[in-house]
């Protein structure tokens, strides 16, 4: 399997992105995908997750402001990012929701002030 995030750049503190996260090699299937996050100096953390059926969860630091979504046709899971503040950045992976596959690159974001 393997998980290649895009969709990462640069923008203005309250600016928005959108990541996309392509699985080759593998189908999501049933897994819950999620996003994931490290700043610069800090763990890896969990952004959100949506399950096969549609649930979600989001970190309470994203709560409000960052929407996942998935394509299963594609094997694609997204992560629409709005209100973006300096504490988002960090490079951002997506995996499943018990982190069983290989991390691909991920993609940065950088959030200026």
């Known amino acids: 399997v393997q998980l290649q995030a895009s969709g990462g750049g640069l923008v203005q503190a309250g600016g928005s992105l959108r990541l996309s996260c392509a699985a080759s090699?593998?189908?999501?299937?049933?897994?819950?995908m999620g996003w994931y996050r490290q700043a610069p100096g800090k763990q890896r953390e969990l952004v959100a997750t949506?399950?096969?059926?549609?649930?979600?969860y989001y970190a309470d630091s994203v709560k409000g402001r960052f929407t996942i979504s998935r394509d299963n046709a594609k094997n694609t899971v997204y992560l629409q990012m709005n209100s973006l503040n300096t504490e988002d950045t960090a490079v951002y992976y997506c995996?499943?929701?018990?982190?069983?596959?290989?991390w691909g690159q991920g993609t940065l974001v950088t959030v200026s002030s």
């Open positions: 949506m399950t096969f059926g549609g649930s979600t």
């Open positions: 090699g593998s189908i999501f299937g049933l897994n819950a």
């Open positions: 995996n499943t929701d018990t982190m069983g596959w290989p």
